[in-house]
């Protein structure tokens, strides 16, 4: 099955009323419903020519339409990958996640992940997120960086998961991205699915299957125009919900794409000041702990790359905002602190 197979099949009457999930979980080319909602997830399954969410309940005569990428090895040996772990105990790790390092096996990255840093770490880790995703709760994408949670076990992996459904972890981002964002605050209410043309790319869409996603900002500091770009502007971003690419997206649809991002932004070199990765990180996490209830807040000062191109721009900062003081404040602590 080098390139892949595709199954199409026709729902029957007696299954009407199953969700999708369910359904591909009990068909015989897939080998359970843990791997039937990855390839959901993934945007490989379609319902009368549609992407639909795992949720997605189908009805007698719906066409349904399976591509089932190639079978690759997921080699879960432990690999010896520096972490900067900021929290550790029976329960828990707080790291902050580098650039460049994928957080799980997947098409393209079956080595060298987050996951076989964690194996070659930790004796233990949490279950259940299924067999290649050990101790994950949640994701950060390759090139963003900051702060991640990893479980130590299933009780406190179930408790972090539950957490971020009911929204009770803070997670907080800061970004720069291209043009001059006039208000000082905004929130951004658009659902995202994946695009039909390109499933590497999400997209605002008003499809059925599209999912609720919401994030509001706070602007930070703002940079003059120069003679390569229209200006930047600094922003956090608060997540409320939790949704591939969230952040990137959104700010693409506001028409400020985050400066150096290659998947959704303007690829100009010189607009993006060199940076080849999408300047988005995750600087600040705050929650409870699943076991103890003690109140955890983590602030990460940014990496290297990004501070440097923040004191680049410096001559061409036209003020910076009240919640700047307070944001960038506390990062300049945390970097005190290191």
Not at 214 to 230: K, M, Q
Request: some cysteine.
């Amino acid at each position: 099955m080098s390139e892949g197979e595709t199954h199409d099949f026709a729902v029957r009457a007696e299954e009407a009323g199953e969700r999708i999930d369910k359904l591909l979980g009990d068909v015989d080319f897939l080998p359970s419903r843990s791997a039937a909602a990855r390839l959901l997830d993934g945007g490989f399954v379609r319902v009368d020519g549609q992407p639909v969410t795992k949720s997605h309940v189908v009805r007698a005569g719906e066409r349904v339409s399976v591509f089932v990428p190639p079978a690759q090895p997921s080699d879960l040996t432990p690999e010896d990958i520096p972490l900067d772990i900021r929290y550790e105990d029976s329960d828990l790790i707080v790291l902050s996640k580098q650039a460049d390092l994928v957080v799980h096996p997947a098409h393209g990255n079956w080595t060298g992940t987050l996951v076989h840093a964690l194996l070659h770490h930790a004796e233990a880790l949490g279950t259940l997120q299924g067999e290649d995703r050990p101790g994950i709760v949640h994701r950060l994408d390759k090139d963003t960086t900051g702060l991640m949670m990893v479980a130590k076990n299933d009780t406190a992996q179930a408790a972090l998961s539950e957490a971020i459904k009911i929204r009770s972890i803070d997670r907080r981002y800061i970004t720069l991205v291209h043009g001059y964002i006039a208000p000082d605050s905004g929130l951004i209410d658009a659902p995202i699915a994946r695009d039909p043309r390109d499933r590497l790319r999400m997209h605002v869409s008003e499809a059925e299957h599209a999912k609720q996603c919401v994030t509001t900002f706070r602007v930070l500091e703002r940079f003059g125009a120069g003679r390569w770009d229209d200006g930047y502007t600094l922003v956090e971003c608060k997540l409320y919900t939790g949704r591939t690419h969230q952040i990137r997206v959104h700010m693409v649809y506001i028409n400020h794409a985050c400066v150096g991002d290659q998947l959704y932004g303007r690829r100009n070199v010189k607009a993006d000041r060199g940076l080849e990765r999408q300047f988005l990180h995750a600087y600040r996490l705050e929650l409870t702990h699943p076991s103890t209830g003690e109140e955890l807040r983590f602030v990460d000062p940014l990496p290297e790359d990004l501070a440097k191109l923040l004191r680049e721009l410096e001559p061409d900062s036209l003020g910076r905002t009240e919640a700047g003081d307070e944001v960038l404040g506390l990062m300049q602590e945390a970097a005190d602190g290191k």
